[in-house]
């Protein structure tokens, strides 16, 4: 089955810098990679997601990558926020299985003020 | 819109004990999935489901037992439970086609004693 590995465990950065969050995959049949934030004892969200025919996408501060050739796809938050400060999983939805959403282990994510 | 909907939100057990989480959707999903998580860990998938009838195990199934009689329903069945079965629970549901978002619902947190 596929396999999603996430870097790095834990980030922190100062309020207003960039925050890149990493993740590779193993099936090349992958073929939806969605992004979910978890908020400290709440269910994950959904904040952004990439299909394998696109390279990038961006939804105003949040950006995602995807190289299909190498596997592996990031997440990019420019001017981050204090809100901002969650966990963040990846997720690749395996090709060979239909419909099943392989999670990353997660990225805790600090933004100081 | 419901989405998906766990019952109950917390919950504390005995060793030994056995107890269902429930878990329903309004959203006509074929897909539903059982995550646990502990603490400041990701998702670990417990079983899963790809319609009515139909189920199968995950990463981590043992202690665990589930069944989909219906397409809203996936409730899960913990038997004899045990201290290391302490986690936070996740009932999501996606429709399984390409390119979908899974919905998640708002954990039931299980601490066995």
């Known amino acids: 089955g596929e396999n999603v590995e996430q870097h790095p465990s834990t980030l922190s950065v100062q309020e207003g810098d960039s925050a890149v969050i990493k993740c590779t995959y193993s099936d090349s049949a992958s073929n939806y990679f969605p992004w979910y934030k978890q908020e400290l004892g709440k269910r994950p969200q959904l904040i952004i997601d990439i299909r394998s025919n696109v390279g990038e996408k961006k939804d105003q501060r949040i950006a995602v990558t995807l190289n299909k050739t190498a596997k592996h796809f990031s997440l990019h938050i420019t001017e981050t926020q204090p809100e901002d400060s969650a966990v963040y999983f990846c997720?690749?939805?395996?090709?060979?299985?239909?419909?099943?959403?392989?999670f990353g282990r997660g990225t805790q994510l600090t933004v100081w003020p | 819109n419901a989405g998906v909907t766990q019952t109950p939100k917390f919950r504390i057990l005995k060793i030994g004990q056995s107890m269902t989480l429930q878990c329903t959707q309004d959203m006509n999903h074929n897909y539903m999935y059982w995550y646990r998580q502990d603490p400041g860990m990701g998702l670990k998938l417990i079983y899963y489901s790809v319609g009515a009838g139909i189920t199968d195990k995950g990463e981590v199934p043992n202690g665990y037992n589930v069944s989909r009689s219906t397409t809203e329903d996936f409730p899960l069945r913990l038997e004899l439970a045990a201290p290391s079965q302490t986690s936070v629970y996740f009932c999501?549901?996606?429709?399984?086609?390409?390119?979908?978002?899974?919905?998640f619902g708002q954990g039931t947190r299980l601490t066995v004693v």
């Open positions: 999501a549901s996606s429709s399984g086609g390409q390119n979908t978002e899974a919905f």
């Open positions: 997720a690749a939805k395996g090709g060979s299985t239909l419909g099943r959403l392989y």
